[in-house]
Each structure stands twice: as structure tokens, then as C-alpha cells.
């Protein structure tokens, strides 16, 4: 039997793909704070080590980032 964990998990984001370091079954927007299921990840930042909700949330946050209001 395979155990379901409903938690957030723990995720090293590398160039086009990411690895699971400790299982959940989403990873929070760095910027909007929403649960992203893993099946659903398809925009972060491996520099950062940040997930995205949405291409609109990424590129928010790289202006942000540009504009020196995030670290």
C-alpha cells in the first residue's frame, strides 16, 4: 500500500526538471502563497529555488527582483 501525504513538499528545482526531496502532494507560490499540485509545477526558479502558480506570477517576481523589492 502506498502512503498519501497531503502536506507540502520539499523540492530541489533544477534546469527542466525538479526532484522531490521530501514527499507531499503540492509546493506553495512563492508569490501568490497557492498550492500547486506537483502533477500541475511547471514554472520556478532554479537560481532561487522558488515555484510559480503561473508564467504571470514568475515574471512578477523576476521584476520584483529586478526592482530590488525582493532579496
Request: proline residues 6%; glycine residues 8%; hydrophobic residues 30%.
Amino acid at each position: 500500500m502506498h502512503k498519501i501525504y497531503s502536506g507540502p513538499a520539499k523540492v530541489e528545482y533544477r534546469d527542466g526538471e525538479y526532484y522531490v526531496v521530501a514527499p507531499g502532494s503540492y509546493v506553495v507560490c512563492a508569490v501568490s502563497g497557492q498550492h500547486i499540485p506537483l502533477d500541475q509545477l511547471r514554472y520556478w526558479s532554479v537560481d532561487y529555488q522558488e515555484a510559480y502558480a503561473t508564467p504571470e506570477l514568475a515574471h512578477a517576481r523576476y521584476r520584483e527582483r529586478l526592482s530590488g523589492k525582493v532579496s
